[in-house]
């Protein structure tokens, strides 16, 4: 009986261990970051070492490249037209106070430059970017007072140079290759006001 007992027992070890584990490996999947972390507590035991064999440390890996403006020269602003933009005229005896709407009209073109530039200020080169949201003023004219309300259309000019740079994996950050130049032309309209008398 006891033999019995044993064959039996042997048996059905032998079953089990000659079963496929493939119902047992689709179970599985692996861990996330943050479950691998609280597992592990943050140790790697088949890692790379830090190290050469010769205990010198291994150099910084490259994770990631940036363009960035390394240097901006920007010239006076030159006035290209200007035009008259209201009248206002105050013939009572107390101030009175107008209201307008003021629009700088403010707009961006990269009018050369290649890759670095472009990406550096998120623009390409040919196509201009709108920039200025009109803005409500006021303006009290005294008595007996005419003021009027000029409106130039200016322009200023902006040369930049973009260098790209190598970011490594122990935070530090290098030059590499050969730097960028563009130009950058802006226009904006910019108001001015005058007094006269009647």
Known sequence: MKRLRLLSASTLLLMLLSMPLGS?????APLGAGELEAVTAGLCNNCPPDEAPDGTPKPPKIVSYSWEIVSAKT???TQMSYSLERDFTNRSSVPVTYTYVV??????T???????VSTALSLTVGVSRVCSKPTTAQLTIPPNKR???YKGHMRVITTYVAQRFAHYSDGTTEPVGAADNG???ETYMKYTTIDGAL
């Not at 047992?24 to 599985?28: D, R």
């Not at 990269?110 to 670095?116: A, E, N, P």
């Open 147 to 149: 003021i009027k309300l």
């Open 183 to 185: 130009v950058l032309h």
């Open 24 to 28: 047992a490996h689709a179970a599985l």
């Open 103 to 108: 629009d700088e009209q403010c707009r961006m």
């Open 75 to 77: 010239g006076q602003p």
């Open 110 to 116: 990269l009018t050369s430059g290649g890759v670095g």
